[in-house]
């Protein structure tokens, strides 16, 4: 397995990469942060809108095939379903978590006894600002993947019709000739 594609190695350049900014987002406020927060929300919003569209338009039935696990089709569809279910969780967990930030930020600002540590608070925002942009990034990533499964299935069709149409030539031939 190449090791970009590991899930450990992926996770852990992220936490590596998101506690390198804790000390730069020590000088950041949070009120500066926040228009990013915002822009991670909207375009995780938008990722789970074109996936469920995917799902939708593309693959109507394959939540029917993929109750069928017993045939080597359903074992395909259940494939291809996760990988495209994948990027509808990861924003879903980063819409959580925005949305979860923003209330537990104004409850954080009415707590005096943290005024002393909102530095070290601002620098745990940004990492975790900077960790949900690279997940986000990802899962850009991952919405490629419905179009190389069609042009996959678009190759395989292309393929059997070109089969079926050289062996019913071959028919033809035997035919006229026969």
């Keep these: ?31 500066a942060q926040w228009p990013l927060y915002e822009a991670l929300r909207t375009t995780a919003a938008i990722i789970f809108g074109v996936m469920g569209a995917w799902l939708a338009i593309l693959y109507p039935r394959s939540l029917e095939k993929l109750i069928d696990r017993s045939t080597a089709q359903g074992e395909s569809e259940h494939r291809k379903f996760s990988k495209i279910l994948t990027p509808l969780i990861l924003s879903t967990v980063v819409l959580i978590v925005v949305l979860v930030f923003g209330i537990t930020r104004e409850i954080i600002k009415q707590l005096p006894f943290l005024f ?61 000739h026969g």
């Design 116 to 176: 002393p540590y909102f530095d070290i608070l601002r620098g745990m925002s940004f990492s975790l600002l900077v960790f949900l942009t690279l997940i986000q990034v990802w899962t850009l990533l991952l919405t490629l993947v419905p179009t190389e499964l069609s042009r996959e299935e678009l190759a395989g069709l292309e393929a059997r019709r070109n089969l079926l149409d050289h062996l019913q030539s071959r028919v033809q031939k035997r035919h006229s």
């Design 1 to 31: 397995m190449p090791i970009l594609q590991s899930r450990t190695f992926r996770t852990l350049i992220s936490l590596v990469v998101a506690g390198l900014a804790f000390p730069l987002g020590m000088s950041i406020p949070i009120a």
